[in-house]
Each structure stands twice: as C-alpha cells, then as structure tokens.
DNA sequence: CCAAGTGATATGTATTAATAGATCACGTCT
DNA sequence: AGACGTGATCTATTAATACATATCACTTGG
C-alpha cells in the first residue's frame, strides 16, 4: 500500500502505524523462529519463502502480502486471524497461555543439529528407503517438540546410533535409530504439560504414526 | 507471493491453501463491513483504500500487502493476530461472543444514511466549528454502534433537528442535535449485552466525551 | 587451519498489488 | 423521468514484493 504519492501524505502519524503492523508481525515471527529453535535456513525449507527474503523480512519491516505471510506462519503452525480490538487482550491471553512451552534448551538445539547433520550424511547411503522415510519424519515431528525436550542425553543416543548407519547394516541400525526416537517421544508424550489457563495441554502429541 | 514461476509447481494443494487465505480474510472483511451497515464507499473513506480495490478484493481474492490488510481490518475496529494452531477453536469463540451483537436494521441504516447526508450539508454551513466538530465525532460513534439500535424513532428526530440547522439558528440547532445524539447514546449504554461467554460487556461503551 | 552454518546483503528480473480515476449496470427514491 | 447510491469493471501507470542466486562476514566445530 503505497502512500508516498501525489496525494496527501499529511498523516504521517497514520503511516508509521501501517508499518509498524508489518514489523509487529515480523517481530511475532522472528520470535517463534526462533523459539522453536529454526534457521532462517529451516524455516525457509518449510514455507517455500526463500532465506534471504526471511532475512530481510524480520530486519527490514517489508509490507509482506498475504500469501507469505500466511506460509510463513504456517510453517511456524499460527494461523493469521482478524480480531475486534476488543478481543485483542483476551486473545493475547490465550496465544500467550499457549506459548508457555520452554525455550529450546542450547544443549538440545546442539544435538538435534548434529543429528540433522547426520541425517543428511544417511540419506547418500543405500539404506531402505522406507524405512528412511519413516526415520525422517520421526525427526521432523522431534523438531517440532524439541522444546520441550530436557534431556539430551537421549539425543545423544540417537545420534550415536545414527553413525552406526553404514552400507552393510544400513537397515537394522536405522531401525534402532527409529526406535530410540520413537522412545524419546513416548517418554515425553507422558510429561503432563497444564498451562494455568486454557486451553489445557495446548502442545499435547498425537498417538498418530510410528515408524 | 508466486508460485507460478520455473521452480517446481507439484504442490498444488499448498497453492490452493495459500489463495485461501487471502479469500478467508476478504469474506471476513467483508462480512464485517456489512455488519457495520458500511457500503464500499465508506469503508473506501475510512481506510484510504480506493472503493474499486475494495470491490475487487471483495470478489477477486487479492493477495493484501499487510498494510492494505492493516488499513481495512482497523476501519472496522479489527485487529490482525497471529495465533497458535492450538489456540484458533479458542479465539474464533471469542471473536462470535465479541460479534454476537445484531445486525443493522435497513430502517436504521436508512435513517443513518439521511443523516450522514444531512451532515455534509451542514458542514457547508457557517457554523461553529467547535460544536458541529463535537456533533461529527458523535456520529461516527454512532455508526460504530448503528447495529444496536432497535428505535428509529431517535434517528428521525435527530434528522429533524438536523434540518433545522440553518445558517441564522446554527449553533442553537445544532447542539440539539448533539444534545439528542447524546440521549440516544446514553440510552443503548443501559442496553445490558451479556455474550453467553466471556468477555462480558464486549460491547460496552465508554462514557468519555460529550458534546 | 578448513568446512559448515547463520544471517545479512546485493543484483537483476518478473509479477501483481496499488493508485487514480472514470464509468457501467442496476436499484431506489422523489 | 432524473438523481443518487451501490458494487463491479476498466484503463494505464507505478511501486515494491517476490524470486533466484550468489556472496559476504562472522561464528563454531573438528
């Protein structure tokens, strides 16, 4: 939306608040990247949105259009939704009762790394695609909820595990892999996670898929 | 953003997803204007964004910069949110108790057109500045809370009070005028909305200013 | 040291919203 | 009938996002 024509640009006033929506949300953004311990780089993989556009989005407040924004947030799992200001506190509430789940833990972020490292290094392998594909989506959704993992000593086992997959024992050692991760996310499916309001257990997991 | 570019087109279903989006928010918008009882043209007004964007932003799915999102969704008192997944059945149940107030009545609408019509014929009057200032702000507000108005009787009386604003009886008609207007509004604020869940009193308005 | 990851920056091009009006087709009112 | 309001449509131009890459400066780990 461009002011800046030959029309009036009198309000100023009105104008710094235009942008200053584009930033609050790039902000909001940013924030949950980065709390969901996500790359520029990751997070560019997950919305199609390429990394150096990410990169100036959260730094140079671009009036985005609504497609990106909504890719954005989606790869992010926020949905964009209009709101009568006098719901905004209520609302605010919530998502931030929702956003209560800790920050990823260094040491944690450090190891899903390495173990997304790894990962990449097995897919050049000749291993069992299934199975592979079953591992890689084990690890995705990890990524989802490494946030709320407090041990990384499990990590670390995966990750040893993961070096164990070579040519010859490619398909028996990425089931061990897959069965450690399925392991770590069974114990934390067990951590019960009551936010002081509502909505209770907001990131409860879903027994859906195994590997 | 484009995805009809040389890269890889295969996921037509997250393109479908994304124009969605922009179409959501547009029905939102729209559904929200007509609520209001405001006709493109007084949106147009309010926001700075031209009637004929309007119209196709309505029926065409545009793509919004955040700013031309911002500007229409703040002309009708919203405000956009990013919000968790988890938190969305939540949120969309405040925004309904938030809007569960009436629709306009097309006989109110019609007395408020007259009188908006009235009021730019007085503002072509040699009037006090100061008071017909104070009648105008009164009106807007007015428009805000058009859609809980069940009489219009008040309307027409304050029609009449209108009509009577000529340049030799200005000041003492026109703050009749205000005087109604006030009654009027003092009247809806002993309306007592209760949403069957919170928060209470979306609705409620604020005894500020006066004429 | 080198390799790899991270976010920031630059370049050049394509796309489409945004702008500024004007006008059309239709409905309603006087 | 004419006047007015409403939403849709049109034209021509501009602005800025979006895209696709590449690269830089810095940090970290082996």
Redesign the pocket.
Known sequence: ???????VVGDLKGQIKLNYE?EALAVTLKSE??RQG??????STRS??????????????????????A?LAHALDLEIALVPRKAVPAVQSISRSVDTAPIVLPEVA?HI??I??QM?NVKGLSVDPHVLQGVQRQFNDMQQYQNLIRDPAMLSSIYDALKEVKNVDGVDALKQVAIQMARLRNDLVHLDIKPKSFPRRAYQLDGDDDA
Do not use: F, N
């Open positions: 939306m461009y002011k800046s024509r030959s029309t584009a990247r980065e996500l790359s520029q780089r990751d997070l199609g949105v390429p990394q150096s556009h990410i990169s100036k989005i959260e730094t140079a407040g671009v009036d985005l259009r609504i497609s990106s924004l890719a450090k790394a390495s997304s490292k990449s």
